[in-house]
């Protein structure tokens, strides 16, 4: 069981908007940031969101991040066939001195 | 550019001992936390553990403590993750990945980049 808890799957129509949920305590989004990666099939997961809403170089701006209290948020607007991907949530946890990830949430687009 | 390399995949019988290499390059390795994240056929990311090449100092995830070891070795610019007996279920792929950080009121830890990942299969 994920310290950091996410819905399994999520779905919607291209050009719709999603959000995933990312859950955890006062150890871990409560003290610290979030980030969010993606993975494709087959490949390396990539960094997606950093510092609670930070996009890398090269993210567009469909995919954004927020954070209230101890829960989390990835939204992408303007949903694309090519985000179907798995997204995990991730962030350093103080009371095990290291970083945990979201069990993870499948993402179809219908 | 940052970049982590990582060696080739692996087929391995129960209890036979494995190590693992990522080699890095782009970047001063001493300065930066590498961390090693297992990922389970159908299941998720799951943190390792995390090495500072500066001083050495290892953080192990509990589930993994006393399963691993990882080391690294300054003068390649490579983190290691390493096995002295294999088990089925360490069948996997694992990644390592460079840990950014900032301390400050709200401190932020996040992995990128990321190596391309070594296929590890144990099977008798």
């Known amino acids: 069981q994920s310290v950091l808890t996410q819905p399994p799957s999520a779905s919607a129509t291209p050009g719709q908007r999603v959000t995933i949920s990312c859950s955890g305590s006062?150890?871990?989004?409560?003290?610290?940031?979030v980030n969010w990666y993606h993975q494709l099939p087959g490949t390396a997961p990539r960094l997606l969101i950093y510092?609670?809403?930070q996009r890398p170089s090269g993210v567009p701006d469909r995919f954004s991040g927020s954070k209230s209290g101890t829960s989390a948020s990835l939204a992408i607007s303007g949903l694309q066939s090519e985000d179907e991907a798995d997204y995990y949530c991730?962030?350093?946890?103080?009371?095990?001195?290291?970083?945990?990830f979201g069990g993870g949430t499948k993402l179809t687009v219908l | 550019e940052v970049q982590l390399v990582q060696s080739g995949a692996e087929m391995k019988k129960p209890g036979e001992s494995l190590r693992i290499s990522c080699k890095t390059s782009?970047?001063?390795?001493?300065?930066?936390?590498i961390g090693w994240v297992r990922h389970m056929p159908g299941k998720g990311l799951e943190c390792m553990g995390v090495i500072y090449p500066g001083d050495s100092d290892t953080r192990y995830s509990p589930s993994f403590q006393g399963q691993v070891t990882i080391s690294a070795d300054n003068s390649l610019s490579t983190a290691y993750l390493q096995w002295s007996s294999l088990k089925a279920s360490d069948t996997a792929m694992y990644y390592c990945?460079?840990?950014?950080?900032?301390?400050?009121?709200?401190?932020?830890?996040?992995?990128?980049?990321w190596g391309q990942g070594t296929l590890v299969t144990v099977s008798s």
């Open positions: 006062s150890s871990n989004i409560g003290r610290n940031t």
């Open positions: 991730a962030v350093w946890d103080d009371s095990l001195n290291g970083p945990v």
């Open positions: 782009g970047y001063t390795f001493t300065k930066y936390w």
């Open positions: 990945a460079r840990l950014n950080v900032i301390r400050d009121i709200n401190s932020s830890y996040w992995f990128d980049p």
């Open positions: 510092r609670n809403n």
